[in-house]
């Protein structure tokens, strides 16, 4: 027989001002299975609770009715008072009269008292059907799993590598570095960025705890949190890293030229290469796409040229499993592809490149030298025209969103312009100035005022060409007229981009992604590096643009939860989940297809106690189980419940008023 | 050849003229944890009023609803139910809500097929920070539920 206690909190006067509590304490005694009802000030205070401690022992209840603010707000205070007595703390069920009667029925006591009332009823009745229901322990392998040697990447794996638990990292191009690798300095320090990044790619490279799996791409992943199986394909490099020595014979000697993407096209690669100097790990590989050796079987040169005979010309993609218990996804973003903006000539004229584009020109290991050239003429460029939010804040053409690094980079270029072209001049189009960061307005300012350049606030409408020259044309918002700009070259700041692949990336790791591409993040504000599915967290551009500095933060932070999710052996998992009853199950797999985690499977069992026959029944893993009960409203035969919401739970509730 | 058929359903429950003065309607709100569940607390802190008929069930998703509790939930005692979960898109369990939807419009048109006026089972997306839509929600149900009069259809006693 159940022996109900219940608990009635006034909350100072957030309840009892509004609802008769003295009424609703008599209301709940006359319900047959309370055996105890008392109200008191603040249930959750420490003698509030001490209460709820005492009723238990004294009165030998069963479980327990707490009538207070939300569930939301306390459950977990009241579960831990019944934990203290000796109780299971899943023997409690709150009754939320603070938010749904007295804060919303302040004007109509009688009818807030008798919707207390009700709402306590509810709560008893449910409470009678609750289980006594254990956290799962669920093991844990401490080993994670980067994807993405950007600069996020890069700072997650040595993070978490730092504190001794092995890294997998995971890097689709021949090296890591990502985006920053290709940045000449960096705002608002003027860094150079090489000189900043290479360290941390040579700690990857040689720090024991990270395996660095460069050419890669990941698969498959399945499991659950603690407990992942993730399949990745080594790409062939057709050289044999082992061996390698990086000295660069096979590159020099190499006869096909491709564009060089490391420099934005401006230059050309090898079909056999490394993507830049400072490459971690410095080992060439060959792009099967161009090479004639892989294509039509002639040439070799490479493997002739080459004295540790490292060319593999016959090497297969590899699959690599690994076990891990946490993944981090740094995938980053690409840029924003200007074509539609057809008014600025985008593709017709050679002129008019991208902010890339510009920042490897500059860069003193760039294609060019350091200096800026007009792609036209290789002229150097006196006056340059800066377009900032190309693709951003644009819903017609582009996307609604901000970039956030373009207004600091443009003012980073107009400074890099000045100190490699001195007698040049830059004008730079912006709709507003965004320099919101640590020492960022500053750098703007200095940027205005080191190099003098011309800022004007307004779109481009066009650019033409006259002669040799550029004709920007657009509207200085502040004078309120139309103004042409004569240009050299001029340079635009597209939007930062999801990558591309992350809605792939996203199905295949079970995550999701917003409208545009970036992944989601589990809550914007209080959650903002884990995802939806445990275990999986987001550093970098991968999620939103970022800069540097709040990349870095993000990926550290990640380090953090992977470090805390690592910390024991085993996780503690909320019960709350789906269970089989295999009696009752006809294995018609309903549930397999709306489980939104793919958390149930198929078990064969004896058909009948002994029997050789064999059966087909769901299993719900619980490792992977959040609890939503998709799979309980779906089951024709009632075989699947869900601990602290079942049928039974649900329905005495519906039948107790 | 394809034939359609249309055919409007009319509702069976007779008006109930004889519905007492003072007789209010009791609704039973099924709610999602996440979305609908933290709105109407966010109506509570914001100290919303809205009319006191309504009776909560928290469940984790919208997804969880089995029309047996929408069914149960007439036949027992509720006047009305109202189904609330989390906006498309935004499930906490990614998909729930759009099962949950689906389930919803065969049920709603199972029980009109019976007999209910489409007004006593209403659905709702209710996000976490929709405390005034939540409140406006409820006023809306309570006023459309008021108007239908007390339910006698197969409830318990009457079969």
């Known amino acids: ?657 | 050849m394809e034939t359609e058929v249309k055919e409007k359903i009319v509702s069976i429950e007779k008006p109930h003229l004889e519905a007492p003065a003072d007789w209010q309607p009791v609704i039973m709100g099924i709610l999602c944890n996440w979305c609908s569940y933290a709105g109407s607390d966010l109506t509570g802190t914001s100290r919303l009023q809205y009319p006191p008929n309504i009776r909560i069930i928290r469940v984790p998703c919208s997804s969880r609803v089995d029309p047996w509790f929408i069914i149960k939930s007439l036949q027992a005692s509720a006047d009305g139910v109202l189904i609330s979960g989390c906006h498309p898109g935004d499930c906490h369990y990614i998909s729930g809500n759009y099962y949950a939807r689906r389930r919803f419009l065969v049920t709603k048109k199972l029980l009109n097929f019976v007999g209910f006026h489409e007004n006593r089972v209403q659905f709702s997306w209710v996000s976490a920070a929709e405390g005034p839509k939540f409140a406006k929600v409820v006023s809306k149900v309570t006023e459309d539920i008021k108007k239908l009069g007390p339910l006698h259809l197969y409830k318990k006693e009457n079969i």
């Not at chain 1, 047959?32 to 401690?53: L, T």
């Not at chain 1, 502040?478 to 939007?495: C, R």
């Not at chain 1, 989940?577 to 397999?592: F, H």
Request: glycine share 8%; hydrophobic share 40%; charged share 25%.
């Open chain 1, 1 to 657: 027989m159940a022996r109900v206690g219940v608990f009635v909190c006034f909350c100072g006067a957030n309840i009892a001002d509004f609802v008769d509590v003295p009424a609703v304490v008599e209301e709940a005694k006359k319900i047959k299975e309370v055996k105890y009802a008392i109200d008191y000030k603040y249930m959750c205070s420490d003698p509030g609770q001490g209460m709820i401690r005492d009723a238990i022992v004294a009165h030998r209840l069963t479980s327990i009715v707490v009538a207070a603010c939300s569930p939301r707000m306390h459950e977990k205070t009241f579960r831990k008072a019944l934990s203290d007595a000796g109780m299971n703390p899943y023997l409690l069920e709150v009754a939320n009269i603070r938010e749904h009667s007295s804060w919303v029925h302040q004007k109509d006591k009688k009818a807030a008292t008798e919707k207390s009332s009700d709402l306590i009823r509810m709560a008893v009745a449910k409470s009678i059907a609750n289980e006594q229901l254990h956290e799962i322990s669920v093991p844990v392998t401490k080993r994670a799993l980067v994807i993405g040697g950007g600069i996020a990447g890069i700072q997650a794996a040595l993070d978490i590598a730092d504190a001794r638990i092995p890294v997998v990292l995971v890097e689709k191009s021949p090296s890591i570095g990502g985006k920053m690798a290709q940045l000449d300095e960096t705002f608002p320090t003027l860094d150079c960025s090489q000189c900043i990044l290479t360290p941390k790619m040579v700690d990857v490279a040689s720090h024991p705890y990270i395996e660095l799996l460069p050419y890669s791409e990941v698969l498959e992943l399945d499991g659950y949190v603690g407990n992942y199986k993730v399949k990745i394909k080594r790409k062939a490099s057709y050289v044999n890293f082992d061996t390698c020595t990086g000295c660069g014979a096979c590159w020099q000697k190499c006869p096909v030229k491709v564009p060089n993407e490391f420099n934005m096209g401006i230059d050309k690669r090898k079909a056999i290469y490394s993507p830049f100097p400072q490459a971690v790990p410095n080992k060439p590989v060959i792009d099967a796409e161009h090479c004639t050796m892989l294509l039509k079987g002639k040439c070799g040169i490479c493997a002739k040229v080459c004295e540790k005979g490292s060319i593999d010309y016959a090497m297969q993609d590899e699959i690599i499993e690994r076990e891990i218990g946490a993944v981090v996804v740094a995938t980053g973003y690409d840029l924003w592809d200007p074509k539609p903006y057809e008014e600025y000539g985008v593709g017709r004229y050679k002129d008019i490149i991208t902010s890339l584009e510009f920042e490897r020109m500059v860069s003193a290991s760039g294609p060019t030298g350091g200096v800026p050239l007009r792609p036209s003429d290789g002229k150097i460029p006196k006056s340059v025209v800066f377009i900032k939010c190309v693709g951003s804040r644009d819903e017609a053409k582009g996307i609604e969103y901000c970039s956030k690094i373009c207004c600091m980079y443009t003012a980073k270029h107009a400074i890099l312009l000045h100190h490699k072209v001195h007698d040049s001049h830059a004008y730079i189009f912006y709709m507003d100035i965004r320099a919101a960061g640590k020492g960022y307005e500053e750098f703007v300012k200095r940027a205005q005022v080191e190099t003098g350049a011309t800022y004007l606030r307004g779109r481009v409408s066009k650019i033409y060409q006259k002669g040799e020259k550029l004709m920007v044309r657009g509207e200085d918002a502040q004078i309120g007229q139309v103004v042409e700009v004569e240009a050299d070259l001029v340079v635009l700041a597209t939007a930062v981009y999801p990558y591309k692949d992350n809605p792939e990336l996203a199905r295949l790791l079970g995550i999701s992604y917003d409208k545009y591409g970036f992944l989601s993040e589990a809550h914007p504000k209080l959650r903002p590096v884990e995802t939806a599915k445990a275990g999986i967290f987001l550093a970098g551009c991968t999620q939103a643009p970022k800069d540097i500095p709040e990349t870095v933060a993000q990926a550290s932070a990640t380090a953090a939860k992977v470090c805390g999710l690592f910390s024991g052996d085993t996780i503690l998992k909320d019960p709350m989940i789906s269970k089989v009853n295999t009696d009752y199950c006809s294995g018609c797999q309903n549930c397999v297809t709306v489980c939104p985690y793919q958390a149930i499977v198929t078990e064969e069992i004896p058909l009948g106690h002994g029997s050789k026959e064999i059966r087909t029944v769901a299993k719900i893993n619980e490792g992977v189980c959040q609890g939503c009960g998709s799979c309980v409203a779906i089951c024709r035969s009632m075989a699947i419940d869900l601990a602290g919401f079942t049928d039974m739970q649900i329905i005495n509730e519906i039948v107790s008023i």
